[in-house]
């Protein structure tokens, strides 16, 4: 079982980036998806989440990036996304994907089962 992220940079203030998180070991279609950033010193947080059943697609985004990062996903490749504009300099982060089961406690990281690596986003003005 493994997530694995990428797509993280450098990037100047108001620029864009888009984040890849591929699945593989497990069958992404079943799990509830989310991203989160850490930065140094601070704890790990959540800025997306996407979980989607039969009849309804649940969206969770933080307060400090809606409007500018978008989550999206395509099971039949096993892959994740978050489209990142509008990038400001407090959004310089570790961003890691992560996936569950719960169905709940979208935005607490302990709900998590599986974890990528991590993928290094550094905004600058």
């Known amino acids: 079982v493994q997530l694995q992220a990428s797509g993280g940079g450098s990037v100047q203030s108001g620029g864009s980036l888009r984040l890849s998180c591929v699945a593989s070991g497990f069958t992404l279609g079943d799990y509830a998806v989310a991203w989160f950033r850490q930065a140094p010193g601070k704890e790990r947080e959540a800025v997306s989440c996407?979980?989607?059943?039969?009849?309804?697609?649940?969206?969770y985004y933080a307060d400090s990036v809606k409007g500018r990062f978008t989550i999206s996903r395509d099971n039949a490749k096993k892959v994740m996304y978050l489209q990142m504009n509008g990038l400001k300099d407090e959004d310089t982060a570790v961003y890691y994907c992560g996936a569950q089961r719960v169905r709940d406690a979208y935005d607490q990281p302990s709900s998590y089962y599986y974890w990528g690596q991590g993928t290094q986003v550094t905004v600058s003005s």
């Open positions: 996407i979980d989607t059943s039969d009849e309804n697609t649940y969206y």
